[in-house]
């Protein structure tokens, strides 16, 4: 379900560009042209885009907010930085847009009409503005911001990062190199306490196990999640991934779902690995 809403999202998103684009290209277009007719059939063009637009903007608001109630993103900082980005950059881009159309097309429509109140020098300056270029770059680096935040989903200071201490887990000890985990319904593990030989790499058997909803496994130096050490594929459930993981050091990390990272956490322990019974009673 949840890779369906992003699929529509995306869709979204596709029209909305293909549509904006012609507006954009015209902007552009309208700085080489000068005859009053052709400007007024391009401002035409634009306008007819103006529907298709509209619909994309619906769809991927509507499919994005969907896709943020089932994948659980509405508690992290990069998913409202987006909407931000994405509503400030539009109402500039309008803003600049929309006074520069309607006056070019006043000018041609007048001179079209076969007015001499505008000159051609004038109608020149007019078309030659550098707003069109302005809104270009108003746009791209707005696109940018928001492939950043769905790319890297910064926590923008809230949403993202557990404080304090990693749980305490003193009855977590290595026992060999192949670790298990699963993630439950209720957006939690099933376990707070992970445990790896240190100097050897070893796998992570991870299970999510709630349907339609990504998580991951990563392991982190400390709670303030600064430095990485592994970070696990994001999983749409219900899935089993296996981890192989380098060897790391000794030492009490902290791991975490990078989805839900204030819920799903806790303390990763690379240590001697446990002796057996056997050995122990030898």
């Known amino acids: 379900m949840y890779k369906a809403w992003v699929f529509v999202h995306l869709f979204g998103v596709f029209g909305f560009l293909l549509s904006h684009g012609v507006s954009v290209s015209v902007l552009f277009r309208l700085q080489k042209e000068r005859h ?77 009409g076969g007015s001499q109140a505008v000159t051609e020098e004038q109608f020149d300056s007019i078309l030659a503005s550098g707003r069109p270029r302005t809104i270009a770059w108003i746009g791209f680096i707005g696109l940018l911001l928001i492939l950043y935040l769905m790319v890297f989903k910064p926590t923008l200071g809230f949403g993202g990062v557990a404080t304090g201490p990693a749980p305490a887990a003193s009855s977590c000890v290595p026992d060999g190199t192949n670790l298990v985990i699963r993630a439950h319904p209720d957006l939690s593990f099933d376990r707070r306490c992970l445990a790896a030989p240190a100097s050897q790499a070893f796998t992570i058997a991870f299970d999510n196990q709630e349907n339609g909803v990504i998580h991951n496994v990563a392991i982190y130096t400390n709670s303030g999640a600064g430095t990485v050490l592994f970070r696990g594929a994001l999983v749409t459930g219900p899935k089993a991934i296996t981890y192989r993981v380098s060897a790391l050091d000794p030492g009490t990390y902290f791991f975490r779902c990078d989805v839900h990272p204030t819920k799903m956490t806790g303390t990763f322990i690379v240590g001697a690995v446990s002796p057996s019974p056997s050995a122990s009673s030898s």
């Open 36 to 112: 009053p007719d052709r400007v007024n059939d391009l401002i035409a063009l634009s306008g007819s885009s103006i529907r298709g637009f509209y619909v994309s903007l619906g769809v991927l608001f509507v499919a994005g907010i969907i896709a943020g109630f089932v994948g659980h993103w509405w508690s992290q900082g990069w998913i409202w930085g987006a909407i931000v980005v994405l509503v400030v950059t539009m109402l500039a881009m309008y803003g600049m847009a929309r006074p520069y159309y309607r006056r070019v097309g006043f000018v041609a429509r007048a001179m079209a």
